[in-house]
């Protein structure tokens, strides 16, 4: 498929105060520089970005080969200093938190100095009842300050959170308190979430039943609803227990190498990993790429729409936006509540500078159509991104043209909880784009094409392949929380002396990167490899396509075909399959057309909004008593309607 480039509007290149990177010959320098001089470039910007105790001296040492990678190894700080108080002694009264609430209305602002004088009190909370440096503490709250609060007192503490997504089950929230050893659980009495009541600490007494080593429950009120089950002395209330304590906590000062958090991942190929990740490494990832990626200047505000239970509410809500000192914006609803005006609304009132979301969100919005976007000022917007799978061409100009109005950066990062932060995106000021490529490796991210199967690195321009790294860089994951073979065998091991990430990914004649989606989701049709990714964005160029999901399916002819899975625009249901069948071989060639399309009313997705490709191919494949983990699936009933829509065609 042939695709517009975008070139840099001039009208970001002329602005004031000027990109950090205003032209691709300094990316190219910056880049270049990165990869020659790794530890002094690391190194300058950790001296930057960062506030130490202790300075480090060695920069990097360990490698891929043991999976013992260190950076800054003598170096000590703390990463709710970083966050909080570096600002709040400064600036005590800059905004540091916009709490945008389920209900339009009733936002909230947290200056540094309030958000400093809450972590401490809630870090004195944590220490009266025991919690100490190196606990694992399970977080499962829904998004309100003080969810931040808690991220940043088990920080100051030196605990690890372990943060567990507030949509999650209680079979979902025991497992992943038992397997990160949690023996403190931080929460709330219920959540509000487009309207609706999520009896979250109902959840957790059902989780806890399984967990006879948890201590104690920390209970924020978030709703103050009377039949919250609540049983002293393992519970006890968040507000009472801070009136005790003083506002000041001096930071346990860690190690640059100190575990910061762990965190599973969304569950998208099979049983989530427990990712953990470390202190220094982590939060300059964090700040440089909040940096570069979104452009930050000071005055910003910055709005990631994403749940803190996933990595980009971790990077990009919580420790990149407060590690530099801006201000983030903490969304509790959906995009649709109460009306898919919902997004628009709050970026014009916050004048909200960066914007960042998923395609599934940008697909959702697409559906109902611009009306909903268009009456609202977005003039404030400078950066929109878009992150969590490759997000299809039509999506993307749709974003560009109706949210962005053609004067935004798009900013398509490609990452994984694994990386910490972002490695493969365009830079506002700097970069062509072109929709549906996440373009060029950020800085220190020395990307490598592999042959799958020799596992040769492919070193031409155009280069079809897996994605991997040839070194580490700070962000990166250190090990699976207790199993560390299970991260030398994913990570280390497939491909010896890279990181290998597990996507597909091309790089056409420019250099631009494509990522093509999981590995294990690439489809062979009479030898030809095809993405998932391009058969759905074809499919999504029909009018009719709200969205799509492609999987192989074994054919005795040409080893595998394609079948799809489709969902329609409303009033679209007349719409005939033949004619998005026409779509591919129009786009792709006909070879790649779908051998047979299902038109559904929903897509089996994640809780983090990814299509869950692997139940479909076992849905088509008839194996519907052996579907695996499906306790990431955003809506588990979805499943039986599908067996039924595949069986009747
Ligand atoms: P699991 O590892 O449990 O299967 P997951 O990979 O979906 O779950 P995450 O770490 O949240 O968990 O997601 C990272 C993955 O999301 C990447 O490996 C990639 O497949 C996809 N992804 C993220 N951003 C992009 C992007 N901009 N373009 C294409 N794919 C993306
Ligand atoms: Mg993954």
Same mark, same amino acid.
């Given at each position: 498929?042939?695709?517009?480039?975008?070139?840099?509007?001039?009208?970001?290149?002329?602005?004031?105060?000027?990109?950090?990177?205003?032209?691709?010959?300094?990316?190219?320098?910056?880049?270049?520089?990165?990869?020659?001089?790794?530890?002094?470039?690391?190194?300058?910007?950790?001296?930057?970005?960062?506030?130490?105790?202790?300075?480090?001296?060695?920069?990097?040492?360990?490698? =891929?080969?043991?999976?013992?990678?260190?950076?800054?190894?003598?170096?000590?700080?703390?990463?709710?200093?970083?966050? &909080?108080?570096?600002?709040?002694?400064?600036?005590?009264?800059?905004?540091?938190?916009?709490?945008?609430?389920?209900?339009?209305?009733?936002?909230?602002?947290?200056?540094?100095?309030?958000?400093?004088?809450?972590?401490? $009190?809630?870090?004195?909370?944590?220490?009266?009842?025991?919690?100490?440096?190196?606990?694992?503490?399970?977080?499962?709250?829904?998004?309100?300050?003080?969810?931040?609060?808690?991220?940043?007192?088990?920080?100051?503490?030196?605990?690890?959170?372990?943060?567990? =997504?507030?949509?999650?089950?209680? %079979?979902?929230?025991?497992?992943?308190?038992? %397997?990160?050893?949690?023996? =403190?659980?931080?929460?709330?009495?219920?959540?509000?979430?487009?309207?609706?009541?999520?009896?979250?600490?109902?959840?957790? %007494?059902?989780?806890?039943?399984?967990?006879?080593?948890?201590?104690?429950? =920390?209970?924020?009120?978030?709703?103050?609803?009377?039949?919250?089950?609540?049983?002293?002395?393992?519970?006890?209330?968040?507000?009472?227990?801070?009136?005790?304590?003083?506002?000041?906590?001096?930071?346990?000062?860690?190690?640059?190498?100190?575990?910061?958090?762990?965190?599973?991942?969304?569950?998208?190929?099979?049983?989530?990993?427990?990712?953990?990740?470390?202190?220094?490494?982590?939060?300059?990832?964090?700040?440089?790429?909040?940096?570069? &990626?979104?452009?930050?200047?000071?005055? %910003?505000?910055?709005?990631?729409?994403?749940?803190?239970?996933?990595?980009?509410?971790?990077?990009?809500?919580?420790?990149?936006?407060?590690?530099?000192?801006?201000?983030?914006?903490?969304?509790?609803?959906?995009?649709?509540?109460?009306?898919?005006?919902?997004?628009?609304?709050?970026?014009?009132?916050?004048?909200?500078?960066?914007?960042?979301?998923?395609?599934?969100?940008?697909?959702?919005?697409?559906?109902?159509?611009?009306?909903?976007?268009?009456?609202?000022?977005?003039?404030?917007? $400078?950066?929109?991104?878009?992150?969590?799978?490759?997000?299809?061409?039509?999506?993307?100009?749709?974003?560009?043209?109706?949210?962005?109005?053609?004067?935004?950066?798009?900013?398509?990062?490609?990452?994984?909880?694994?990386?910490?932060?972002?490695?493969?995106?365009?830079?506002?000021?700097?970069?062509?784009?072109?929709?549906?490529?996440?373009?060029?490796?950020?800085?220190?991210?020395?990307?490598?094409?592999?042959?799958?199967?020799?596992?040769?690195?492919?070193?031409?321009?155009?280069?079809?392949?897996?994605?991997?790294? $040839?070194?580490?860089?700070? @962000?990166?994951?250190?090990?699976?929380?207790?199993?560390?073979?299970?991260?030398?065998?994913?990570?280390?091991?497939?491909?010896?002396?890279?990181?290998? @990430?597990?996507?597909?990914?091309?790089?056409?004649?420019?250099?631009?990167?494509?990522?093509?989606?999981?590995?294990?989701?690439?489809?062979?049709?009479?030898?030809?490899?095809?993405?998932?990714?391009?058969?759905?964005?074809?499919?999504?160029?029909?009018?009719?396509?709200?969205?799509?999901?492609?999987?192989?399916?074994?054919?005795?002819?040409?080893?595998?075909?394609?079948?799809?899975?489709?969902?329609?625009?409303?009033?679209?249901?007349?719409?005939?399959?033949?004619?998005?069948?026409?779509?591919?071989?129009?786009?792709?060639?006909?070879?790649?057309?779908?051998?047979?399309?299902?038109?559904?009313?929903?897509?089996?997705?994640?809780?983090?909004?990814?299509?869950?490709?692997?139940?479909?191919?076992?849905?088509?494949?008839?194996?519907?008593?052996?579907?695996?983990?499906?306790?990431?699936?955003?809506?588990?009933?979805?499943?039986?309607?599908?067996?039924?829509?595949?069986?009747?065609?």
């Amino acid at each position: 498929m042939q695709f517009k480039l975008h070139p840099v509007p001039e009208c970001i290149k002329s602005r004031n105060p000027a990109p950090h990177v205003s032209s691709i010959e300094q990316y190219k320098e910056i880049y270049e520089e990165s990869i020659k001089n790794p530890t002094e470039f690391w190194g300058k910007l950790a001296n930057e970005l960062i506030t130490w105790n202790t300075p480090f001296q060695t920069v990097l040492s360990g490698g =891929f080969e043991h999976g013992d990678v260190t950076w800054f190894r003598e170096g000590q700080l703390n990463a709710s200093y970083n966050c &909080v108080d570096r600002h709040a002694l400064k600036n005590p009264d800059k905004v540091a938190i916009i709490y945008e609430a389920d209900e339009p209305g009733q936002d909230r602002k947290i200056t540094y100095g309030e958000l400093l004088r809450d972590v401490c $009190r809630f870090a004195n909370v944590l220490k009266a009842h025991g919690v100490k440096k190196g606990d694992t503490v399970a977080i499962y709250m829904p998004m309100v300050p003080e969810a931040v609060v808690a991220f940043l007192a088990c920080a100051r503490l030196g605990a690890i959170h372990s943060v567990v =997504f507030a949509g999650f089950s209680s %079979d979902s929230l025991r497992n992943r308190i038992l %397997d990160a050893s949690s023996r =403190f659980v931080i929460t709330a009495d219920e959540g509000c979430r487009g309207g609706k009541i999520i009896n979250t600490k109902k959840i957790v %007494d059902e989780a806890l039943l399984g967990c006879p080593d948890v201590e104690r429950v =920390f209970v924020f009120r978030r709703t103050g609803s009377s039949s919250v089950p609540f049983s002293s002395p393992r519970d006890v209330w968040w507000h009472e227990e801070v009136e005790k304590q003083r506002p000041h906590c001096p930071p346990e000062i860690v190690n640059a190498e100190d575990p910061l958090f762990i965190l599973y991942t969304s569950g998208s190929t099979g049983k989530p990993k427990g990712l953990l990740h470390t202190t220094a490494g982590y939060l300059l990832g964090a700040a440089t790429t909040l940096k570069y &990626v979104f452009d930050y200047h000071e005055g %910003d505000i910055y709005g990631c729409m994403a749940d803190i239970g996933w990595i980009t509410g971790h990077t990009y809500i919580i420790y990149g936006p407060l590690a530099i000192g801006g201000t983030t914006v903490l969304f509790e609803s959906t995009p649709v509540y109460p009306s898919p005006s919902r997004y628009w609304e709050v970026v014009a009132k916050h004048k909200i500078t960066q914007f960042y979301t998923a395609p599934t969100a940008i697909r959702l919005l697409r559906k109902f159509g611009r009306e909903h976007v268009d009456p609202h000022d977005l003039s404030s917007l $400078r950066v929109i991104g878009s992150v969590g799978e490759p997000i299809n061409p039509e999506a993307w100009e749709w974003y560009n043209e109706v949210v962005g109005r053609n004067v935004c950066s798009v900013v398509d990062t490609y990452w994984q909880t694994e990386t910490g932060s972002i490695i493969v995106t365009p830079l506002p000021g700097c970069t062509s784009t072109k929709p549906g490529s996440a373009t060029f490796p950020f800085f220190g991210i020395d990307v490598a094409i592999l042959n799958p199967e020799s596992g040769e690195e492919i070193t031409s321009t155009e280069a079809e392949g897996v994605l991997a790294i $040839r070194r580490p860089w700070p @962000s990166m994951a250190r090990t699976v929380y207790n199993d560390h073979n299970r991260y030398l065998d994913t990570y280390l091991r497939p491909y010896k002396g890279y990181y290998f @990430s597990g996507d597909g990914v091309g790089r056409d004649c420019d250099g631009y990167y494509w990522i093509r989606g999981r590995v294990d989701d690439v489809i062979n049709v009479s030898g030809h490899r095809l993405s998932t990714a391009e058969i759905e964005s074809a499919l999504i160029m029909h009018s009719a396509t709200a969205e799509a999901a492609a999987i192989g399916v074994a054919s005795e002819l040409k080893g595998q075909c394609v079948h799809a899975f489709v969902t329609l625009k409303p009033n679209c249901e007349g719409t005939d399959v033949k004619d998005l069948i026409l779509q591919v071989s129009k786009n792709i060639g006909s070879f790649a057309k779908p051998e047979k399309i299902y038109i559904v009313n929903d897509l089996p997705k994640t809780r983090s909004g990814k299509i869950m490709r692997r139940v479909l191919r076992k849905i088509v494949d008839g194996q519907t008593d052996s579907l695996g983990d499906l306790t990431t699936l955003a809506d588990p009933k979805i499943v039986n309607t599908l067996i039924e829509n595949v069986k009747k065609s």
